[in-house]
């Protein structure tokens, strides 16, 4: 059963999230919510690395300008599947 959560985070945050959640093609509620299922997950082996989009989210800090998340995330996927 989906409840209703009101929060109060930087503008400039919610901005750059919103843009993030439209380029993935989901909705912020669900981007949040996958967030927080990820960390508090009762899985403790579960190892996973948090985007630095995720981190400024969690820190208020802005990511860089000039991280290319798309190449970052291309990158990983050679790497993994290598």
């Known amino acids: 059963m989906d409840t209703k959560l009101t929060l109060?985070?930087?503008q400039s945050v919610i901005e750059?999230?919103?843009k993030y959640a439209a380029e993935k093609?989901?909705?912020l509620s669900r981007l949040i919510e996958a967030y927080l299922k990820a960390l508090t997950s009762s899985e403790k082996n579960a190892e996973f690395?948090?985007?630095?989009?995720v981190k400024?989210?969690?820190t208020g800090?802005?990511?860089?300008?000039?991280?290319?998340?798309?190449?970052?995330?291309?990158?990983h996927l050679m790497d993994k599947y290598e």
């Open 61 to 75: 800090k802005s990511v860089p300008s000039e991280i290319n998340a798309k190449k970052e995330y291309s990158d």
């Open 8 to 10: 109060k985070l930087n």
């Open 16 to 18: 750059n999230a919103k």
């Open 56 to 58: 400024s989210i969690a």
């Open 49 to 53: 690395e948090i985007s630095p989009f």
């Open 25 to 27: 093609n989901i909705s």
